[in-house]
């Protein structure tokens, strides 16, 4: 964790105010939040003053950004002073931010720690040459590829002593860099390549998606042998068997009631299976006749349909 400090005052600009342009952009923040609470819009009008100034927020602009939110001075900067995103002094042409949390600390941050230090000098210092600054942060959250930089707006994963100088000599160089991988590696899979979700069959509808097909050829299938089915007479069509859906859904097979029980009708509380000798049971061996319900032949809570 690195001591967030401002800069020494011999650095510090004497004023700060934000171009027309940006005062412009920074109402249109404000105006996003609900009458009270704008000072949610700090964070970005704290990032839009640091553009400004080239990189840094300065004591001035942090000033400024509290005045425009009517926020006390110390609400702003304990937010400056938290959030790493906001340099507190100068940086250099290249901002280097180099990931030091535990994931990167074991898989060799250490070694590019010390890289930074002999190449561009102490933490939080500007090169000679201006090109170089950097500081030590926390996660960046591409803990899979440590160790990693980010630089500018850029991160610079799976690096390695040699790799790690390079790139700055590149970098210094202005020569074209490549971003990401440093190792070729694509995003985060695994060293060696991928080894997951390879089957081209789950890419061709063979596998995935084929229940779909087998369920519509089972409801074909019933479909027709329904439409082949005679009818009973004075029935409209409804299911052939018991616990089948409604007319034109498809046939679920049920289970065979054990002896002495019988099928309940549908929605019945107790199940598929009910004593044989309870009044619901005989509803399903007399239907059509309404024996045992003290229903009629026809009636519509009979069951028939
Ligand atoms: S620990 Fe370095 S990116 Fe997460």
């Known amino acids: 964790m690195s001591v967030r400090r401002l800069a020494a005052e011999a650095v510090q600009p004497k004023e700060f105010a934000f171009t027309a342009q940006n005062v412009d952009w920074a109402k249109s923040q404000i105006a996003k939040y609900p009458p009270g609470r704008q000072a949610s819009a700090v ?71 010390k890289i930074c230090e002999e190449r561009i000098g102490p933490q939080g210092t500007v090169s000679a040459d201006g ?58 899979e695994a060293l060696g390549g991928g080894t997951t979700l390879k089957d081209s069959s789950l890419y061709d509808g063979s596998r995935v998606g084929a229940w779909k097909a087998r369920f519509e050829e089972a ?30 859904e498809p046939h679920i097979p049920q289970p065979a009631a054990p002896k002495g029980l019988a099928v309940a009708p549908a929605g019945s509380p107790a199940g ?8 619901g049971a005989k509803d399903i061996a007399g239907q059509g006749s309404g024996e045992g319900t003290g229903k009629k032949p026809g009636d519509p809570s009979s069951g028939k349909r």
């Open 131 to 188: 090109k170089f600054s950097w500081i030590e942060v926390e996660c960046l959250g591409a803990c899979c590829n440590a160790p990693m930089v980010q630089i500018n707006h850029d991160y610079y994963e799976d690096l390695e002593p040699a790799s790690f100088g390079k790139l700055l000599d590149d970098l210094a160089a202005g020569r074209p860099v490549k971003t990401g991988s440093q190792t070729g590696r694509n995003c985060s």
């Open 219 to 248: 409801a074909a299938k019933d479909s027709a042998g329904k439409d082949a089915t005679p009818k009973a007479s004075g029935e409209s069509g409804g299911p052939a068997v018991p616990g089948s859906g409604r007319q034109g």
């Open 43 to 113: 964070i970005p009008l704290l990032w839009k003053a640091q553009e400004q100034v080239g990189g840094w927020t300065p004591r001035k602009a942090i000033e400024e950004v509290a005045a425009m939110l009517d926020l006390p001075y110390i609400r702003v900067m304990e937010i400056a002073t938290f959030y790493t995103m906001f340099n507190l002094g100068p940086i250099g042409r290249n901002h280097v931010q180099l990931c030091g949390t535990v994931p990167c600390h074991v898989c060799g941050a250490l070694e590019l720690k």
């Open 272 to 279: 598929n299976a009910v004593p044989a000798d309870e009044p």
